[in-house]
């Protein structure tokens, strides 16, 4: 596919291969875009902003409602190019792109309910006979820079909200996974989109990354992937607004009065989904010591059952990760905990990119496939003795993006809620359950801001006060 730049699809001399994981197959090339490239993309998407910012709310939301109709039509296509690129089951890029239509028709929605509020002037001494509010507008360009791991979705979460609030937005998509963006651009544009209001840029991200982040025609800049990438951003970025959407290693907790039947399916459900690939994948699992060998029992034969292989046969229930090396990374943080003492319980061969479910058994919180964000299809599962343990380990990590607790006890699903450092928390399921308007967002190094299109909008328009000072 061409990129989208300066209002016009282009090619470049350089290119990049998309490869299906699975196979190493080139399914697509996309162009290897450079600094100048992003330069004229800036220039452009100027007279955009400009565009952008006096089209009414109704037609905004028009070209959103028109833009999740069309992902809607082309879900199959759409479905297929995400699991063919990213290497997750067909069945899993399905719900993807219906989930990306969603996010364009909740943005067509906000489009239209963007208001400020009315601040009573008079409640200060000097106030009498002024009137106020707030206005909220434009930031102006916003950049979206995305991760592999949902190519299409998590770029929805961005455009979205960005033109729902009047803004020109630049993408630029992972390397890995760059075609369901570009699909997307080719939807947002037949949708109605202003050419010169849209960008989706392709290449490496450190190159475009800097020549984005640093450049002061982008006033906002919304950033989903690693922390270390996200770190190198905010130093980039300089005095532009910024959210930060940024990794895990999400605790999921289990007491001795858990549903553990439950408890197992979810777990089962959340470490493996996408091959483990997801920011809020259950990754630690820290038992009661009183449950912990009945819940590895309930456990075993449910990941056991996941088949490996091509994510696009019918029968596969995981496909491969997205890199080899990246299986690689897997297999090697998983042999150094065996060689440390973790019991593996099932799973622990790869071939290729592709790495079988596995849990780990009896792992030192230390250890890398606990303290590290793993981003693979296992789960660690380290052992507790009371509620104070549960919580001190489950907050023992830089990470604070989401949480799971099974207990049938109210007191402490609350304590839960209230102690454990994490922008999401779930009582009964474990970290990994997302609607996507609700507010989104991490603590700690995973991050700040909000996501789901009603909180991005807050943070991809800036408010003014507008105060009138009245003859009396
Ligand atoms: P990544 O390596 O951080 O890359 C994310 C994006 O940043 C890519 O488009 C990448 O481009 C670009 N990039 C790389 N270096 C850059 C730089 N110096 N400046 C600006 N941009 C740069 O992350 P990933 O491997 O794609 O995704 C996995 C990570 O995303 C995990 O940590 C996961 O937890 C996190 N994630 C978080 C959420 C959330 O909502 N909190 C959701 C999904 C994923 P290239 O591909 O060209 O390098």
């Known amino acids: 596919m061409k990129m989208f730049v300066a209002g016009e699809w282009k090619e470049t001399s350089e290119t990049i291969d998309v490869v299906n994981p699975y196979d190493g197959s080139v399914i697509d090339t996309v162009p290897k875009g450079t600094a100048g490239n992003v330069d004229a993309a800036l220039s452009t998407l100027v007279d955009g902003a400009r565009v952008m910012r006096q089209m009414p709310a109704f037609e905004r939301a028009r070209i959103l409602q028109r833009a999740a109709d069309l992902v809607q039509q082309r879900a199959e296509d759409l479905a297929r190019t995400i699991s063919m690129e990213e290497g997750k089951v067909l069945g899993e890029a399905r719900v993807e792109a219906q989930r990306g239509g969603e996010v364009l028709a909740v943005s067509a929605e906000e489009a239209k309910r963007i208001a400020g509020e009315m601040i009573p002037l008079d409640a200060a001494e000097n106030g009498a006979g002024k009137m106020g509010f707030t206005l909220r507008v434009p930031c102006g360009i916003v950049a979206a820079i995305t991760p592999f791991n949902f190519p299409l979705n998590l770029v929805t979460h961005k455009v979205g909200p960005a033109i729902a609030g009047g ?3 630049i993408v630029k ?3 890995d996974t760059p075609l369901s963006a570009l699909k997307l651009t080719e939807i947002l544009l037949e949708a109605g989109m202003p050419e010169s209001a849209i960008a ?10 800097k020549a984005i982040c640093e450049d002061d025609r982008v006033r906002k800049i919304s950033f989903t992937g690693s922390y270390e990438v996200g770190d190198a951003i905010c130093r980039m970025a300089g005095m532009k607004k910024v959210t930060m959407e940024l990794g895990s290693n999400s605790p999921v907790i289990i007491m001795d009065d858990a549903d553990l039947e439950k408890a197992a399916q979810a777990v089962c459900a ?3 989904a996408n091959a483990g690939q997801v920011c809020i994948s259950a990754q630690r699992i820290l038992t009661s010591s009183k449950v912990g060998g009945d819940f590895l029992d309930a456990l075993r034969p449910k990941v056991e059952a996941l ?5 696009l046969a019918d029968g596969s229930k995981m496909g491969p990760m997205v890199r080899e090396r990246d299986a690689e990374r897997v297999e090697e943080w998983i042999n150094e905990a065996v060689a440390a003492g ?4 099932t799973g622990g061969k790869r071939e290729r990119a592709l790495y079988q479910p596995t849990i780990l058994d009896q792992v030192d919180p230390d250890m890398k496939v606990s303290r590290e964000e793993l981003f693979g299809p296992a789960v660690a599962v380290t052992r507790f003795d009371n509620i104070e343990d549960a919580i001190r380990l489950a907050n023992d990590t830089s990470f604070g993006l989401s949480a799971g607790v099974f207990t049938q006890d109210l007191d402490r699903a609350m304590r839960f809620a209230r102690e454990v450092d994490s922008g999401n928390i779930h009582i ?4 990994q359950w997302r609607a996507d308007f609700m507010p989104y967002g991490g603590l700690k190094h995973s991050g700040m801001g909000k996501e789901g299109p009603h909180y991005a909008l807050r943070e991809m328009t800036e408010e003014k006060m507008v105060v009138l000072h009245l003859k009396s």
Do not use: I, K, R
């Not at 009964?428 to 970290?431: A, C, E, K």
């Open 200 to 209: 989706c840029v392709t290449g490496s991200g450190g190159e475009l990354g």
């Open 270 to 272: 959340a470490g493996y």
């Open 342 to 345: 973790a019991q593996l319980v």
């Open 428 to 431: 009964n399921w474990s970290s």
């Open 173 to 175: 998509p992972a390397s």
């Open 307 to 311: 088949t490996l292989g091509d994510q």
């Open 167 to 169: 803004n020109a937005v």
